[in-house]
Nanobody, 124 residues
Framework: VQLQASGGGLVQAGGSLRLSCAAS????????MGWFRQAPGKEREFVAA????????LYADALKGRFTISGDNAKKTVYLQMNSLNPEDTAVYYC??????????????????WGQGTQVTVSS
């Protein structure tokens, strides 16, 4: 499975960005996709996840209400809409793919495949 993330960039505080991640290869018919982020000097942390049919979503508690994850199963693509961004959201955002099952996962070790990361920088 290959993952191609896009949509990162530089935005002012209070602005919005939409990240996309397309999966290709042997994805199978059921899977979960998630977003994680890693700021300089910090551990990679969970952001949001969604299962393949879109019936289950998970969010990091601190990001609920500002970030929205959605997916297009036909395109094997997951989106992360990020609103009201602040400088603390500055990080490299990674998409991740987990084969099989009908659940969305917050744990990093549930995801076998990772994208290359896309930089999000929020200026104050």
């Amino acid at each position: 499975v290959q993952l191609q993330a896009s949509g990162g960039g530089l935005v002012q505080a209070g602005g919005s960005l939409r990240l996309s991640c397309a999966a290709s290869g042997r994805t199978g018919s059921s899977y979960a996709m998630g977003w994680f982020r890693q700021a300089p000097g910090k551990e990679r942390e969970f952001v949001a996840a969604i299962n393949w049919i879109g019936s289950s979503t998970l969010y990091a508690d601190a990001l609920k209400g500002r970030f929205t994850i959605s997916g297009d199963n036909a395109k094997k693509t997951v989106y992360l809409q990020m609103n009201s961004l602040n400088p603390e959201d500055t990080a490299v955002y990674y998409c991740a793919f987990s084969s099989g099952g009908n659940y969305a996962w917050a744990e990093r070790n549930r995801y076998r495949y990772w994208g290359q990361g896309t930089q999000v920088t929020v200026s104050s």
